[in-house]
C-alpha cells in the first residue's frame, strides 16, 4: 500500500500532519573532537578557498529581510487596587506600602492566655501616653497628678516568685528584675489602648478633672491610638470573630492572597500568590487566577503611545555577525566545556553563538506597582515596510510548545488563551530584617515516628529572643525550687525497673498524625502536647507560631506533605524599609525557610532502667 501523495508540504510541515517528514533547520557537521578551539579559530587559506568558504556561510546570499528602524507601541499600565487572603475578607490595596507589608503582616501577640507578654511594646505605648499628657498645655498644672492616676489604674503588676503561675517571668532573671523596675512606676499602655479602641473615653476612671480636661483628654487618646495604628502594620481584626485578615496559611505554611488589576475593557484581572514563603516577593510568585474577579477595582488609566528607536541588544563578549572580524575576546566561548546533558549551557551556547544578534530592544518605562499590557506594537524596517508584531509567547497556555519569559501562567489545566502581560509587583529592592524573635524548626523524628516542633528560638515577656532550650530549662528549674522537699525513694525491690515512657525536653513540642475528615488514608499532622518534667501537667507551646487557635480553643492542623524528610523552619522577625515616597513600613513578618534534616529527640517506650546504685554494685 503506498502513502498517499502530499499536495502542500508547508502546510503538511507547519501542521505536523505527516509525521514520515523530516524536518531541520539547518544543516551542521559532525565534528570528530571534542575540541572546539581550530573550529573557532576560522583559520584563512587561499582565496578561492576564502570565496568557497563565504559561500558556504550564506554570506553571498540576499534576504529581504531588514533591520528596524521605528516601533510604535501602545501599553496600558494598571496598578492593583483590592487585596484578599486566601479565606479572608476583601480590603483595599493601600498605595503607600509595599506589597511585601502587606502580605507578611501578622498580629502583635500581647498575651498567651492569661499570661500577658512583650512587655516592651506595652511600656513603648505608655511612655507615649505620658509625653502627650506632660506636653499639653492645658493639663500642664496637674500632668503629675494626672500621670499617677493613669498608672495606677492600667498598673504593670510585679511577679510573685513564690507562684507558680509566675515562673514564665520569674525563672528569668533579666525579665524579673525589668519588671519589678517598672512596677508601679510606669503604666500598661496596651491596656490603655485596648480601652481606647473599645469606643471609651480616655478619661474614665481618672477623677478630679473638669470638662475642659476631659475634652483633651479624648483628643490625645485619638491621637494616641493613630500613632501605634501607623507605627507598626498590622492586619485588619474582626469585631465579632476577633480573627485577623492575615495571609499566612498555617495548615500550609506559606502566605496565599490574591490582588485585583482593572484591565482595558472593564475586565478585572486576579493575581494569586499561592505559595509564597516570605522574603523577595517578586513576578514569579503570581499566576492568573480565572475563578473569578474580587470587584471594587478601579478603571485602568489611559493607554500610553510612543514611538521608539530600536537597538539591537549587546553582551560582554558576543560575536560579531560577520565570519572574519576581529572581535575583542573577552569571553572565550571555547573554554566552556558542557557535557551532553547540560541542557543550560548547550542552550546559552547556542544563543549567544547563533542568535545573539536577532534580538532587539524597545525602551519603555513602566511604573513599579503596575501590570502592563501591551494592546499593540507596530515595527518599520529600513524599506519601509510596517509589520504588526505578535507577541511570542500567544497562544493556548497549555501548549508545551509555547515560548514566553517573564509572563504569568494561569491556573488550572483549563484550555485559555496564554496571558502575556508584564508584571512590575509594587515591592521594595530591599528590607531589613531585624532580629529573629521566634524560630520554630518542624521535623521528623523516624525513630519515635513522630514529627517535632522544635521551638529554637522563643520571645520573653520583655519581647527580646532567647534560646528555647535555655527558656524551658531555666523554667523547669524555677518550678522544680517551689516543690516542697520531696522523700526519699523506697528501695528498689529488683534490679531493674520498667518505664512506660521516658521525657524530653520541654521545647519540643509534638504533632500526631491524625486522619482527614472524610479521608481513610489521607493524614494530617495536629498539635499536641507531652506531659511536664515536673508535675506532668502539658506543657504548651511557648510562641505564636506554635500557639495558631489555642487561645480560641481551636485545634491546630498542619498538612503532613509540609514536613518533608529535611524538615522546614519557620521565623518571626521584625521588617523595615522605606518606600517609594519616602515613608516607613514596619510589620512582623513570618518566613519559611528550608530544614536541617532529621533529627531524634531520645522519646521511648516501655524499656527497662538498671535501679542498683554504684555502692551496690560494689558490693
Known sequence: MTEPRIEDLRKALDQRSAPTVGLWNRVEGRPRTTDFDRALRAEVRDPLWMLTRQWQMGEFRGTDGGSPVTATYSVVASPPTRFRPAGGTMEPLPADRPLEAVAERRALPFAFGADRISFDLRLAIG???????????????????????????????????????????????EVWSSLRAVAGRRMDGYEFYLHLKRGRPAHEGIGG????????????????????????????????????????????????????????????????????????????????????????TTPPPA????????????????????????????????????????????????????????????????????????????????????????????????????????T??????????????????????????????????????????????????????????????????????????????????????????????NSVPENWIPFIPVHVPGQNREIRLQLAAMPGLVDGTPVRARTSLLREGFDQGRPYFVNEEEVSQTGTGITVTYNRTRCRDGRVALWLATHRTHGRGEA??????????DTTSPSDEGT
Request: glycine share 8%.
Open 127 to 173: 511612655r507615649r501616653w505620658m509625653k502627650l499628657v506632660g506636653r499639653n498645655v492645658l493639663l500642664n498644672l496637674i500632668s503629675l497628678n494626672v500621670r499617677q492616676k493613669y498608672i495606677t489604674r492600667y498598673p504593670i503588676a510585679s511577679p510573685d516568685p513564690k507562684v507558680d503561675a509566675d515562673s514564665p517571668r520569674v525563672a528569668h532573671p
Open 209 to 296: 478633672l473638669l470638662g475642659l480636661h476631659r475634652d483633651e483628654l479624648t483628643k490625645l487618646g485619638k491621637r494616641l491610638v493613630a500613632w501605634f495604628d501607623t507605627l507598626i502594620d498590622q492586619p485588619a481584626e474582626n469585631p465579632t470573630t476577633h480573627a485577623t485578615n492575615a495571609a499566612w496559611d498555617p495548615a500550609r505554611l506559606e502566605h496565599r492572597f490574591s490582588v485585583a488589576v482593572g484591565a482595558p475593557g472593564g475586565v478585572e484581572k486576579v493575581l494569586t500568590a499561592q505559595e509564597y514563603p516570605g522574603g523577595t516577593l517578586d513576578w514569579h510568585a503570581f499566576s492568573v487566577d480565572p475563578t473569578g474577579p474580587l470587584g471594587g
Open 303 to 406: 493607554a500610553l503611545n510612543r514611538t521608539v528607536f530600536p537597538a539591537p541588544v549587546r553582551f560582554s563578549g558576543m560575536p560579531l555577525p560577520r565570519w572574519w572580524a576581529v572581535e575583542d575576546g573577552r569571553t572565550n566561548f571555547a573554554a566552556v566545556q558542557p557535557d551532553s546533558t547540560d541542557l543550560a549551557r548547550l542552550i546559552f551556547l547556542e544563543f549567544a553563538l547563533v542568535y545573539g544578534n536577532d534580538w532587539y530592544q524597545l525602551p519603555c518605562d513602566l511604573p513599579a506597582g503596575t501590570l502592563a499590557s501591551i494592546r499593540g506594537l507596530a515595527v518599520t524596517d529600513v524599506f519601509g515596510q510596517k509589520w504588526w508584531i505578535t507577541p511570542a509567547g500567544s497562544g493556548d497556555d497549555a501548549d508545551w510548545q509555547r515560548w514566553s519569559m517573564y
Open 408 to 501: 504569568l501562567d494561569t491556573i488550572g489545566d483549563a484550555s485559555v488563551t496564554a496571558d502575556t502581560d508584564l508584571l512590575l509587583p509594587p515591592s521594595v529592592p530591599k528590607v531589613a530584617e531585624g532580629p529573629v524573635l521566634e524560630e520554630v524548626a518542624l521535623v521528623r523524628d523516624e525513630s519515635a515516628n513522630m514529627v517535632w516542633g522544635i521551638e529554637r528560638t522563643v520571645r520573653l515577656a520583655t519581647g527580646e529572643p532567647r534560646r528555647g532550650s535555655e527558656v524551658a530549662a531555666e523554667i523547669v528549674a524555677h518550678r522544680l525550687r517551689l516543690r516542697p522537699p520531696a522523700s526519699p525513694p523506697p528501695p528498689a525491690a529488683a534490679p531493674v525497673g520498667y518505664e512506660a515512657m
Open 600 to 609: 531524634s529527640s531520645g522519646l521511648a517506650f516501655d524499656f527497662l532502667t
